[in-house]
């Protein structure tokens, strides 16, 4: 929430007045949070082309991340999950691009370390531990232990559907297509321009038509674990590619309930991996693991 004041001399519209203090939010967001009674004028909610003139107070329900210019956006600290000379562990929220926009956790990241570089990539969507390195042979070390398939990377989703059978690994696979921004899974036969997968699932609770699963990923494709659960009738709640998109629409899941929950590095790492050497990391349960879990979301 943020209060402001107004200092115009001359009377100016309402809406006009928030664009000139918050530009970048644009005429639509400032529309929809008046929509959605997140502005509040003197206290009360005012329609948009109402003058204000100095000395009004304006409220904005908004949160700061909301109200600050994607420019000058910096790493929340509680993001930082882990970091040395050479590597950075941060928790990505849903909805953050890993890179390629204005906006992203990698530019973020750059206010802090201008040499960061991700060594791998989540979806938009999906939540979670993404790893970066500060400097070239962090990069090259990190991205080959990967390749290798050496951390172990764990996830938690809700399905909309129950996996049956509860716990398996799924193989398969993975074909893109690169006009549609999809990729397919074939379940029994290898075609020309597709790759193996390999997921591991558990279930570890159920709730009415909902399941709350962990995921290993075995290897590591694009939307893979979405596309692999999507391909055995119980896709990520909230996925509007893969997913239930009237299931998501009764939910309010605005994203997938998806999130990469744990990282864990081998022993005896050598060289500027050294420190990693057998740790594991985590990041908070989201709070659809809970709601599945008592029963809330169902």
């Known amino acids: ?7 115009n001399l001359l009377p100016q519209r309402l809406d006009q007045y928030l664009l000139t203090q918050f530009p970048h939010l644009g005429i639509g967001r400032i ?26 107070v304006i409220t904005l329900y908004l949160k700061e991340e909301q109200l600050e210019a994607p420019g000058k956006r ?3 600290p509680k993001s930082v999950i882990y970091q040395d000379d050479s590597v950075l562990i941060l928790n990505k929220p849903a909805g953050l691009p890993v890179d390629g926009e204005e906006d992203s956790l990698l530019e973020r990241a750059r206010k802090e370390c201008p040499s960061a570089r991700l060594c791998h990539r989540l979806d938009t969507g999906t939540s979670g531990l993404v790893m970066l390195a500060k400097t070239n042979g962090a990069e090259k070390a990190l991205t080959q232990l990967i390749k290798e398939r050496k951390v172990e990377k764990t996830y938690l989703c809700v399905t909309f559907g129950r996996p049956q059978p509860p716990a398996a690994t799924l193989h398969g696979w993975l074909e893109k297509n690169g006009a549609k921004g999809m990729v397919y899974i074939h379940a029994k036969k290898e075609t020309p321009d ?5 997921t591991r699932y558990n279930t570890l609770a159920v709730s009415g038509r909902l399941a709350l699963v962990e995921v290993d990923l075995l290897t590591g494709r694009t939307h893979q674990i979405r596309a692999h659960m999507a391909s055995i009738g119980c896709p990520i709640l909230g996925d509007s590619k893969y997913g239930n998109n ?19 590095f081998p022993a005896h790492l050598e060289g500027v991996l050294t420190e990693l050497s057998g740790k594991e990391f985590t990041v908070p349960k989201p709070w659809y693991c809970a709601q599945v879990l008592d029963g809330t979301l169902k």
């Open 1 to 7: 929430m943020r209060e402001l004041q107004v200092f």
């Open 246 to 264: 009237a299931a998501n629409r009764e939910l309010k899941l605005k994203y997938q309930a998806l999130c990469a929950w744990r990282l864990t």
């Open 194 to 198: 597709s790759k193996e997968v390999l």
């Open 74 to 76: 910096g790493l929340d």
């Open 31 to 56: 529309n929809k949070a008046f929509r959605e009674n997140k502005i509040k004028l003197n206290g009360k909610k005012q329609p948009l082309n109402t003058r204000v003139i100095q000395g009004d």
